[in-house]
Nanobody
Framework: QVQLEESGGGLVQAGTSLRLSCAAS????????MGWFRQAPGKEREFVAA????????AYGDSMKGRFTISRDNAKKTMYLQMNSLKPEDTAVYYC?????????????????WGQGTQVTVSS
């Protein structure tokens, strides 16, 4: 069982940046590929970014490419999402997730463990 906790969300203006963190409870954090998803009110959960277990391979949703960067520090059992040039349409609850599949994985169905989410609100 892996417990995940997101942090770093908040209310920001369009064009600014935020960095989200996802801290894992288990020392075996490094065996999991990890991902970020988001869900806005009335919309389905959307893939944001994913990273394999060692951080050598990443994947991004189309609207995030060039603006968001996913990374991880296995020694700290933490994953990050650097979000730049934020837009109002980035407003959502952001979730981190852990997968036992070799990453990066883009489908939420491939993830077993989920955090509770952190709200990101981007004002225009």
């Amino acid at each position: 069982q892996v417990q995940l906790e997101e942090s770093g969300g908040g209310l920001v203006q369009a064009g600014t940046s935020l960095r989200l963190s996802c801290a894992a409870s288990q020392s075996t954090f490094s065996i999991y590929s990890m991902g970020w998803f988001r869900q806005a009110p009335g919309k389905e959960r959307e893939f944001v970014a994913a990273i394999n277990w060692i951080g050598g391979a990443t994947a991004y949703g189309d609207s995030m490419k060039g603006r968001f960067t996913i990374s991880r520090d296995n020694a700290k059992k933490t994953m990050y999402l650097q979000m730049n040039s934020l837009k109002p349409e980035d407003t959502a609850v952001y979730y981190c997730a852990a997968s036992l599949y070799a990453g990066p994985r883009t489908s939420p169905l491939d993830y077993t463990y989920w955090g509770q989410g952190t709200q990101v609100t981007v004002s225009s």
